[in-house]
């Protein structure tokens, strides 16, 4: 398949690039710093130019694709107004892409418990920010899946995992999200599921296939 990822240089993308170019795919990644660039190419992912902010429409930058994933996000360093304008917008703007290229798929990197306010000013922000995206993707009439992982961590991936539509507080290394968008983006039923993830016991194939009983 071909893939676009947004958000290509961060930290899940890069280790979700060699899992699915080790599958056969090939991935184009949406990027916004020039210095990113050689990483993406070492790897065999080909840079794309393109800032989710600065940008108002991506669809020149995402052309054509048989999926879309945002792996993007503004960063615990950043405030308010970037919530708006990378979390939320950034993410509106690829569904948008993705219909103007005629894209059916998309998958989104959300996050657990959006609908708690919690946290600093910054924080709630960032909560509400993903909640609208993943809502908006809900209603888009694209076949979405959207991931919720807990507090991420830069541990080893274990290859197994917790899942289902709403679980306790818990963490999960960036490998393991990149390992559970790897078989979500070869996995067709996925589509209209959203689900948080944390660590846990499960091997992570057979539970994707355990949450099709959500459906
Ligand atoms: N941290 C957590 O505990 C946690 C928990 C659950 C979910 N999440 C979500 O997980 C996702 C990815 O996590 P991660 O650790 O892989 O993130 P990350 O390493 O911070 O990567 C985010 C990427 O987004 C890019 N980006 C930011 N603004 C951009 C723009 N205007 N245009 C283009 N690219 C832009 C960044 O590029 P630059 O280097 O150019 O800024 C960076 O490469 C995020 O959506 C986050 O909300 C995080």
């Known amino acids: 398949m071909d ?98 290229n005629g894209i059916d798929r998309y998958v989104m990197i959300s996050a657990m418990d959006l609908r708690t306010p919690r946290g600093s000013e910054v924080f709630q922000a960032y909560l509400q920010a993903k909640l609208e995206a993943d809502e908006a993707l809900e209603r888009s009439g694209l076949a979405y899946t959207i991931v919720r992982p807990g507090r991420l961590t830069d541990d080893p991936g274990t290859g197994h995992v917790a899942m289902a539509p709403a679980l306790p507080k818990g963490q999960i290394p960036r490998a393991d999200v990149a390992a559970v968008l790897a078989e979500v983006l070869e996995s067709p039923s996925t589509s209209g599921l959203q689900f948080d993830v944390t660590e846990g016991p499960e091997p992570i194939g057979s539970a994707l296939v355990g949450l099709e009983r959500f459906k």
């Open 3 to 100: 893939m676009v990822i947004a958000g290509a240089h961060g930290k899940i993308a890069m280790l979700l690039h060699p899992l699915l170019l080790e599958r056969g795919h090939r991935v184009r990644g949406l990027i916004r710093n020039p210095d990113h660039a050689s990483d993406l190419e070492a790897l065999g992912v080909k840079p794309v130019f393109c800032d989710l902010e600065a940008e108002d429409d991506l669809s020149t930058h995402v052309g054509k694709a048989d999926v879309v994933v945002f792996a993007a996000g503004a960063g615990p360093g950043s405030g308010t107004e970037r919530k708006w304008s990378m979390d939320r917008d950034g993410a509106i703007k690829l569904i948008q892409a993705a219909h103007a």
